[in-house]
T-cell receptor
């Protein structure tokens, strides 16, 4: 079975500073990897995903994540954050041939300060 | 969250009462899921369905039942609510095995007193 660890429960950062949200997973098989974002009182929305191919994936709002198989990591980064990025971010993993199940990390709350 | 509608959005129950949460989708997707979200624990899978008439247990199925009589609807039932079931419940859907994306509803906040 897969598991996902998000090492930081909260990350405070000033506006326009860079940020990295860490995600590590455990799995003995190949995986699909995802980052979801949850704004207050809303459901989760897909931010970006890695299924195959290039290990660096990007979102439309400036976030990127890199799949590192040897480190079993999928860290999320943004070079310059905005107030509007304040939200909770969840890393998730699923196995390509067991798509019935997604496993989510415990979440990281990103708090962007002016 | 377009395409996935959860009702009700909020509900307060007393211990021992029963209720049903409804998830309705208009995207014709095969896979449907019920998750619960608790602070510091991320999302945990309760039950899921891979098609009309099928259901299966997830990580935390105890105390819940589900049904998927129609492809577009996935019902989550609590037969005898307990305070430990106080949570935010999310329905999610997926198009299929290789698309790699879950679409979530806006959530249903349940409080059991």
């Amino acid at each position: 079975a897969q598991s996902v660890t998000q090492l930081d429960s909260q990350v405070p950062v000033f506006e326009e500073a860079p940020v990295e949200l860490r995600c590590n997973y455990s799995s003995s098989v190949s995986v699909y990897l995802f980052w979801y974002v949850q704004y207050p009182n809303q459901g989760l929305q897909l931010l970006l995903k890695y299924l195959s191919g290039s290990t660096l994936v990007e979102s439309i709002n400036g976030f990127e994540a890199e799949f590192n198989k040897s480190q079993t990591s999928f860290h999320l980064r943004k070079p310059s954050v905005h107030i509007s990025d304040t939200a909770e971010y969840f890393c998730a993993v699923s196995a390509p041939y067991n798509f019935n199940k997604f496993y989510f990390g415990s979440g990281t709350k990103l708090n962007v300060k002016p | 969250n377009a395409g996935v509608t959860q009702t009700p959005k909020f509900r307060v129950l007393k211990t021992g009462q029963s209720m049903t949460l409804l998830c309705a989708q208009d995207m014709n997707h095969e896979y449907m899921y019920w998750y619960r979200q608790d602070p510091g624990m991320g999302l945990r899978l309760i039950h899921y369905s891979v098609g009309e008439g099928t259901t299966a247990k997830g990580e935390v199925p105890d105390g819940y039942n589900v049904s998927r009589l129609k492809k577009q609807n996935f019902l989550l039932g609590l037969e005898s609510a307990a305070p430990s079931q106080t949570s935010v419940y999310f329905c999610a859907i997926a198009a299929g095995r290789y698309t790699g994306e879950l679409f979530f509803g806006e959530g249903s906040r349940l409080t059991v007193l």
